[in-house]
């Protein structure tokens, strides 16, 4: 019996396996690379949340109200109130604010604080005369 065709077989099974165990220990590389990758990201984010956490029991807590429109002038309008002694209107609060005494800003500001009523933040004392609610 001639065993040379076997062991040749054998050898392009060898080669063959060995190739496959080369590639397989290839991927596992690049797995434990990009595994490496993915907990050293995880990590940085438990990092980054943890000094987040921190820092927000530092931050001091927004005097906004709820629900209180998303424009620059509402917290400010409600400062102008909060210093205020009396009622105020429109045109007094728009000055306070440094806006030009025209028209226009002063229908927007009586508009905003017509909203502050809605909102039930300020109360209208007299028709055009607003003040903080107690």
Not at 54 to 62: K, W
Not at 71 to 83: Q, S
Not at 84 to 99: E, F, I, Q, T
Request: with cysteine; hydrophobic share 40%; charged share 30%.
């Amino acid at each position: 019996m001639n065993i040379q065709p076997m062991l040749d077989a054998l050898g392009l099974q060898e080669d063959a396996a060995r190739a496959m165990a080369d590639d397989l220990h290839t991927q596992i590389g690049e797995l434990r690379a990009r595994l490496w990758e993915a907990e050293t990201h995880l990590e940085h984010l438990t990092i980054t949340r943890k000094t987040v956490t921190a820092l927000a029991d530092r931050v001091p807590a927004q005097t906004a109200s709820p629900g209180l429109p998303e424009h620059p002038d509402y917290p400010r309008i409600l400062a102008v109130f909060n210093e205020a002694a009396g009622p105020l209107r429109a045109r007094d609060v728009c000055k306070a604010l440094d806006h030009e005494l025209l028209p226009k800003n002063i229908e927007g500001t009586r508009t905003k604080l017509k909203r502050l009523v809605k909102l039930d933040i300020l109360a209208e004392v007299d028709t055009g005369s607003f003040t903080r609610k107690q």
